[in-house]
């Protein structure tokens, strides 16, 4: 039963149409709010009920003081739930194991049911197998559905038999792409006793990038796949009132950069100044003129810069995609109504009270790129050649880019000014740089010849591109660098300009709109020409699922222990994750992933030095083909409307005549299939009584993993492929999986034997308690003398004998993806706690969820500070009798020769919430006990 302490319930008509609202401004003290607060604000009084959500928080929230953030917990209820397949499939295989448990404890099965609309697509299954030729995409799709028919059959169930739970089949465009041009209401409505409510949409999703709809002005960010089960099931997402940092954008892009040059720009600002938890809004007279698109680009990339979610206000610009998307006339005119009424409407004049404030000029913005392991690591384009040579030199990332700033500056170019490429006039030139060639690095070429099938030949060296790749929700979203790509391809085909032989070139876009408009551009034809065809609709090289290499570029590779790098238009470029066989990877806009498939190169300067020479034998430059403003948005204004949209959504969960054609079983349960290797009844739920255990210390514990800074859930739970000779690999070989068949890890989520066996065996990850070692290994200390193992092994030994494990880490741990597995495996591989310097909030909240405890060293201190070999036994006291610490526990290490030195570790469990999850052993027993 809902409260209105504030009586804040009140009519908004739009056209004949009458809608519940609750007025904002009927709250003392709104007004002065960021807009992302009155989001959660009018979301506390709309479900206030006087238990989880009560008067005290609303009045907390509208109190809200921005230099002094009351840590007050509030209870969020979304609108919906975004899924994408990766994370969606080990969803629904929780929740019918969820329902297998209710019976045994002999509750109702169909209680265990989405409460919210949940919509999930998949996106993240298409590898791009084949490449370069016509029929890449039919071929990738047709491997995709014989690899996955088992997860998608388990969908398909889902789908007809759990409530509020809808799927986009397989190759239809990527979550964040669908949920901006389809799903996002902006204004949610939902039909009551009373009569229609309207409120604004909000949402959860379970993948990190989610914030992507903030630049609709949509509030939702990434959460953990157990989260969000929980937010289906009716429980409101609990949170502290966050802090709130205000982004003021003054001036305009210059010609030549782009939104992907923009977002490397704010991500590299923000992650210095510092995020993580916080909401960030942008504001001021530089908001009108960032298009939609950008807007989208840039709150997309939120978890590279670690905030929660990275807001765009309402405003004519929103309007104006709202029609071209093709969304009704009168949800738009409900949309400006509400926003409007509330307060909602951006206005470039006010500004609300934020916690800090920080400022960018749009017209400093210089291209870029990101890399070579985070996004946050941002080279100007015009020195790229320089830092790439010092990084394999050996150098470090700072280092580096001191280097390239060094030799590119002569005193006439400073460091922040944009560099023009566009020319109207072909008679203008190019900008001029020092010369920067790779002599100012102690690294010198060591070509490799290949012989290709065909009797090409050529030579690779450390630093050549070997995958450039047109992918990600980030960038494919946006008309503005897809047309720029397929111009600049045009104008280089036009040029006479070829793609390097030995690069792996792949065009994967979010939506079937993108293929649309460039072919109705005519453009289709320039991409091929330079090896970009279609290989399929969803994630692939963003996600790993980039697919083998050119086999003779893949055997010069590793048989010369080549550092080669990728190049590609994603968000993310952790270790290990794009390609197993690629260690440097790179983040570009489309146009330059393009330009630099045709360089083949980092150690070319596409600033000063040609790409190659064209049919009239004279050289040809970047600023030769890249395409003007001007022609990039007449192209855009010319061939893509709203009507693109409408009919390419039209009949969206359909699918083809695969999946309409799959054999779905009936019931309220699923049947689990023995010998299934991508889906298998998870142990959560297990022995699992009506009442939780009562906590205790964990005593005598070893190190599992002794691990530095900048640790990502990629390098904890990876994505992609999976090694023969790994655990994982031996496994899917005893049930008779052959190699070709072994899909990848992000495929093979719903099997919790793959995924134990996974955890930590990312082939970048550096375990110091094993120091000669990359790869998945440790000491295991059930056996004499701690000999190198797999941490899988090691982790059976030590569960046999009884030993509970611990995981020590530094800064920044769990940062990336919204990987609930990279939680899950930490639990089932014996994993009590985690004692690191610092957390990213996504992580953090999923070890809480399943039932592993977050420890933080004491400020100022780390393993390597308090002299910790990881060698040590640790015992961690004050978690007995207690119903959770909220504060601290104290830890004690023993070394082998038998000295201790003990240490308070702040509990990091922030909300009472967490508490009560953390009691129950996860979040998933707790809703499961609060059900019965």
């Known amino acids: 039963m809902t409260s209105d302490s504030f009586s804040t319930r009140d009519q908004l008509t739009v056209d004949d149409k009458t809608y519940i609202i609750h007025r904002l401004d009927r709250v003392e003290g709104t007004a002065r709010l960021p807009f992302s607060l009155k989001v959660l604000l009018e979301n506390l009084l709309r479900n206030e009920d006087g238990k989880r959500i009560t008067a005290r928080q609303i009045e907390a929230l509208a109190k809200w003081q921005p230099k002094h953030v009351e840590e007050q917990e509030i209870q969020y209820t979304p609108a919906r739930v975004l899924m994408q397949d990766f994370t969606g499939v080990p969803c629904v295989v929780d929740l019918v194991a969820m329902r297998d448990a209710m019976g045994s404890l002999g509750g109702d099965a169909r209680r265990i049911n989405p409460l919210i609309p949940t919509e999930l697509v998949i996106d993240h299954s298409v590898i791009v197998d084949v490449f370069g030729q016509p029929d890449a995409y039919l071929t990738n799709a047709a491997l995709e559905f014989e690899r996955n028919a088992e997860r998608y059959q388990l969908l398909r169930w889902g789908a007809q038999t759990l409530d509020d739970f809808s799927v986009v089949p397989p190759d239809t465009g990527i979550c964040h792409q669908v949920n901006l041009e389809y799903l996002s209401r902006v204004v949610f409505t939902r039909d009551t006793p009373e009569g229609t409510l309207a409120y604004p949409d909000t949402l959860v999703g379970t993948d990190s990038h989610t914030p992507m709809v903030n630049g609709l002005g949509v509030l939702g960010w990434g959460v953990g796949g157990i989260e969000a089960e929980a937010a289906m099931l009716g429980q409101p997402v609990s949170m502290l009132m966050p802090e709130v940092l205000g982004f003021k954008l003054t001036g305009e892009l210059q010609p030549g950069t782009t939104a992907t040059d923009l977002v490397l720009t704010v991500a590299e600002l923000l992650r210095r100044t510092g995020v993580v938890g916080k909401f960030v809004e942008f504001y001021g007279p530089g908001v009108a003129n960032v298009p939609l698109a950008n807007r989208a680009t840039i709150g997309n990339m939120s978890p590279e810069y670690g905030s929660t979610c990275a807001m765009f206000p309402i405003d004519e610009e929103t309007l104006a995609y709202l029609r071209l998307t093709g969304r009704p006339e009168h949800q738009i005119r409900l949309v400006e109504a509400y926003a409007r009424e509330q307060g909602l409407w951006h206005d470039p004049e006010r500004e609300a009270e934020y916690s800090q404030t920080v400022e960018l000029d749009l017209a400093t913005v210089e291209p870029s790129l990101a890399g070579p392991k985070r996004p946050q690591d941002r080279v100007p384009l015009r020195i790229a050649p320089n830092a790439v040579c010092a990084l394999l030199a050996g150098q470090s990332q700072a280092e580096a880019l001191k280097v390239g700033l060094d030799a590119a500056s002569d005193g006439s170019f400073p460091a922040s000014d944009p560099i023009s490429l566009a020319h109207d006039d072909p008679t203008d030139a190019p900008h001029s740089l020092a010369d920067d060639s790779c002599e100012v690095a102690p690294w010198k070429p060591d070509p490799v010849p290949v012989t290709l099938a065909d009797g090409t030949r050529f030579d690779i060296d450390h630093g050549s591109v070997v995958i450039a790749a047109i992918t990600s929700c980030t960038n494919t979203s946006n008309p503005s660098v897809m047309i720029g790509a397929a111009l600049l391809a045009k104008n280089a085909v036009e040029k006479g300009l070829v793609t390097k032989p030995w690069v792996k070139t792949s ?154 054609g799959m054999d779905v079983p009936e019931g309220d349960t699923f049947e689990w299939q023995p010998d299934s290797t991508y889906v298998r009844k998870p142990p959560f739920f297990d022995n699992m009584k009506s009442d939780p255990e009562p906590l205790t210390d964990i005593t005598d514990a070893r190190v599992l993993a002794l691990l530095g800074d900048s640790v990502t859930t990629d390098h904890i739970s990876p994505a992609g492929a999976i090694a023969p000779e790994s655990p994982a690999g031996r496994y899917l070989r005893e049930q008779g999986v052959e190699r070709k068949d072994f899909n990848s890890y992000g495929a093979r989520r719903g099997n919790h034997e793959v995924m134990i066996r996974g955890t930590f065996a990312n082939v970048r990850l550096r375990n110091l308690l094993a120091p000669d070692t990359e790869g998945g290994f440790t000491r295991d200390f059930t056996r004499s003398d701690g000999p190198v193992s797999t941490i899988y092994e090691a982790s059976e030994n030590y569960a046999e004998a009884g030993t509970p494990l611990v995981i020590l880490a530094g800064k920044e741990y769990g940062s990336g993806s919204s990987r609930d597995w990279a939680a899950k495996g930490t639990a089932l591989l014996g994993v009590r706690a985690v004692i690191a310097e610092s957390y990213e909030r996504i992580h953090r909240s999923n070890l809480i969820g399943m039932g592993v405890m977050p420890l933080q060293f004491p400020k100022g201190e780390s393993a390597k500070s308090l002299g910790l070999t990881g060698e040590e036994t640790f015992s961690i006291t004050g978690l007995a009798g207690t119903d959770v610490p909220t504060q601290a526990v104290q830890v004690t290490a023993t070394s082998p020769e038998g000295q201790t030195q003990t240490f308070d570790a702040v509990v990091r469990i922030d909300t009472p919430a967490e508490a009560d999850y953390y009691l129950h052993g996860g979040i998933l027993p707790y809703v499961l006990r609060q059900l019965l």
């Open 507 to 660: 065009l994967a876009p979010g939506s079937r709109v993108v293929t649309d408009y460039i072919e109705r551009a005519g453009l289709t034809p320039y991409l091929e020409a330079l090896g970009f065809h279609l290989v399929g609709y969803g994630c692939t090289t963003c996600i790993g699922n980039s697919g083998p290499l050119i086999p003779e570029v893949s055997a010069a590779i590793n048989d010369n222990d080549l550092t080669v790098c990728s190049m590609l238009s994603g968000n993310r470029n952790f270790e290990g994750r794009i390609h197993p066989e690629v260690r440097m990877n790179f983040l570009a806009s489309p146009p330059l992933v393009v330009a630099y498939a045709l360089v083949g190169s980092l150690h070319v300067n596409l600033t000063t030095e040609p790409l190659g020479t064209g049919f009239d034998g004279e050289p040809v430059y970047l600023h030769d083909i890249w395409p003007s403003p001007k022609t990039i948005e007449s192209t855009i204004a010319e061939n893509l409307h709203a009507e693109m949209f409408t009919e390419g959504y039209a009949d969206v969960y359909a699918g083809d005549e695969r999946w309409q």
